[in-house]
């Protein structure tokens, strides 16, 4: 079982960064790999990126990619999520979500076992 919380959301203005943080407890978080996804209202929940249970492979849908990065540190049981060049698209509730190794259907929620509250983003144009 592992429990997942994330931080780090707020209201920024376009152009400018948030780091998202998503603290898990359990002694297997290593063997997780890991995912955000995002909600915006009226929306359906969508994959924003992934990273292997290493760490050595990540994985970003294209209306992020080259402006966000995700990271992990297995030693703090952490993952994170730098968004840079933010936009008034990215507003939504932002998810971390804990998954098995298999990569087949990584963007899909239904892969990801665990689920934290969400943290809210608004970004103001």
């Known amino acids: 079982q592992v429990q997942l919380v994330e931080s780090g959301g707020g209201l920024v203005q376009a152009g400018g960064s948030l780091r998202l943080s998503c603290a898990a407890s359990g002694r297997t978080f290593s063997t997780y790999a890991m995912g955000w996804f995002r909600q915006a209202p009226g929306k359906e929940r969508e994959f924003v990126a992934r990273i292997s249970s290493s760490g050595g492979r990540t994985y970003y849908a294209d209306s992020v990619k080259g402006r966000f990065t995700i990271s992990r540190d297995n030693a703090k049981n952490t993952v994170d999520l730098q968004a840079n060049n933010l936009k008034p698209e990215d507003t939504a509730v932002y998810y971390c979500?804990?998954?098995?190794?298999?990569?087949?259907?990584?963007?899909?929620?239904?892969?990801?076992?665990?689920w934290g509250q969400g943290t809210q983003v608004t970004v103001s144009s």
């Open positions: 979500a804990a998954g098995g190794p298999i990569l087949v259907g990584y963007a899909s929620a239904s892969k990801y076992q665990y």
